[in-house]
């Protein structure tokens, strides 16, 4: 339960961006009602004292949705002052209607946990009355909305299933989800057109929501994949973010700074374009992804059916092998077998290695063969993609409209949980940038709290959060700047990040004295409401 306590000695970061100054903040229920010196009181203190006290932080594009199910205090995040988890990158937890729910049941049995709800909010309700750590928000998935009609089909929607797709939308949208998440990589994704997305556009636009997207290609044809974002904004008039901002591949490094210009371009002409990172140079996805989307159609266990066939699985390696703009060939861009770091899934003896090492002791000529046969073995292994460079990760923190993410779940650093593979951004992408990327000199602290709390509130439509202000909610942050580091790696990513020293959600206190309480103040947060 919330109590009236006084924040004290504190310097103050409010989240906009301002210079930080010392200030008391004194919290009573689960709102702000003092900011500026709180006289000496019998009312509870938290020490602030060397520490800076900031708005808690906003991850922008959280997989948590499953392990918050499995342990609800989102530690991995909580460690790193991440107060609101945000959902949908192209698959939410609801809508689930028509063809969808015998996906939701299979992705159930799959993960152990529930995905057949049939809103968005009876998730985030149910969460929010079992006890949660961080407030929760979601995105309608742009996959439930088609698997609803085409399960996993490639194919075009009709005319009528557009109508009422867009109709689930509109009434999702109506309940408070924050907008329309896509993830265009991935099937079925991936089987949307512009014009499908437009349309899903136009609804969000009569509401004030945000499309966003992890664009259909993050390398050979990413200035043509933020054009297709561009103008689906431009003709809908929706506002739009960039999934996690990235040039992947070596030779497309150079394309990180056309690619902002062409934002900063879009965003000239009055359009609302904003964008988020994870400050790594490795992505992570499933090892299926690095397959063309025209062999997923029929859903993954289609695939590993038909991977069986030889000529099938010629055809699959000799497209990986094309370079090309079709479709976003995650192979090629991590520069072949060497790039794939395996982080693991159900068969474990492969985990840590990289594809050319298992390739090698598997007496594989092709690593391709290699790749094939873990994807027919293992649906569920996770790889590491390095792709990227740090000097674009730097380049893309200097544009104000950047806000950061983890893409990943919030987990716990113990058995069972700590079994499971992950990206060492789990534990690290807020501490990164608060800590080394701040003393080091690429941002400002102030304005890296910004990226993290006002920043994404705003474009996100979340009311009286991401600041500190008198009447704002609650969520805070206080940590020691000069001590906050990530210490999650590649080999070893179950590491708590350091230097978070108290962390309040809702004026729980979840997070004391650089250790979990297990007090859980969150709750479901809605576009829009207070």
Excluded at 240 to 268: F, T
Aim: hydrophobic letters at 40%; proline letters at 5%; a negative charge.
């Amino acid at each position: 339960m919330s109590s009236d306590f006084v924040v004290r000695g504190g310097l103050l970061a409010d989240g906009t961006g301002a210079p930080l100054r010392r200030a008391d903040v004194l919290v009573r229920g689960d709102r702000i009602v003092s900011v500026g010196e709180v006289p000496d009181s019998d009312v509870a203190e938290l020490d602030a004292e060397g520490a800076v006290v900031a708005p808690g932080f906003v991850n922008v594009l959280s997989q948590a949705y499953e392990s918050l199910q499995r342990d609800p205090r989102g530690l991995s995040d909580l460690y790193q002052g991440v107060t609101t988890e945000v959902f949908g990158e192209g698959y939410s937890l609801g809508p689930v209607e028509g063809r969808m729910r015998a996906i939701a049941k299979d992705y159930a049995e799959q993960t152990h946990v529930r995905h057949e709800w049939p809103r968005i909010n009876d998730y985030l309700n149910h969460m929010a009355t079992s006890g949660v750590g961080p407030n929760l928000a979601s995105f309608v998935g742009a996959d439930n909305l088609r698997m609803a009609f085409a399960g996993q089909e490639d194919r075009p929607l009709t005319a009528g299933e557009l109508t009422a797709a867009c109709g689930l939308l509109d009434e999702e949208l109506a309940n408070g989800a924050l907008g329309l998440g896509s993830a265009l990589i991935y099937a079925p994704g991936m089987y949307a057109s512009t014009e499908e997305l437009t349309a899903f556009a136009e609804v969000l636009a009569r509401h004030d929501a945000l499309y966003i997207s992890h664009i259909r290609n993050e390398s050979d044809a990413l200035l043509e994949s933020l054009d297709e974002l561009i103008t689906i904004a431009e003709r809908s008039g929706a506002r739009a973010e960039v999934y996690h901002l990235k040039a992947a591949g070596r030779d497309n490094w150079p394309s990180m700074a056309p690619a902002i210009a062409r934002i900063e371009e879009a965003r000239a002409r009055g359009l609302a374009i904003t964008a988020d990172i994870y400050p790594y140079e490795a992505g992570a996805t499933g090892l299926d992804a690095c397959i063309p989307p025209r062999f997923h159609d029929g859903g993954p266990d289609a695939l590993r059916g038909k991977l069986m066939c030889e000529d099938f699985r010629t055809a699959v390696k000799d497209a990986i092998r094309a370079p090309g703009t079709d479709w976003d060939n995650c192979y090629l861009s991590a520069g072949g077998a060497d790039g794939i770091l395996l982080l693991g899934g159900d068969t474990s003896e492969w985990n840590g290695m990289t594809l050319a090492q298992v390739a090698t002791r598997h007496g594989d000529a092709d690593p391709l063969d290699t790749l094939v046969d873990i994807v027919v073995a293992d649906s569920r292994m996770i790889i590491a993609l390095f792709e990227m460079t740090e000097d674009n990760v730097r380049l893309a923190l200097q544009s104000p409209w950047v806000s950061v993410c983890s893409d990943s779940e919030a987990w716990t650093a113990a058995p069972p949980y700590s079994d499971s593979p992950t990206h060492p951004r789990a534990y690290g992408s807020f501490a990164r940038v608060l800590g080394p990327y701040v003393r080091e000199g690429v941002l400002h602290l102030e304005d890296a709290v910004r990226r993290m709390t006002s920043l994404p509130a705003r474009t996100l439509r979340l009311a009286d959060r991401g600041v500190i202000r008198e009447g704002a909610f609650a969520d805070l942050a206080i940590f020691e700047p000069d001590k906050v580091r990530d210490l999650a790696t590649y080999s070893d990513p179950h590491r708590y990040a350091e230097g978070m020293r108290h962390v309040v959600v809702n004026g729980v206190v979840a997070f004391r004295e650089g250790g979990p309480t297990d007090d859980l103040g969150g709750r479901a947060l809605r576009r829009g409401s207070k």
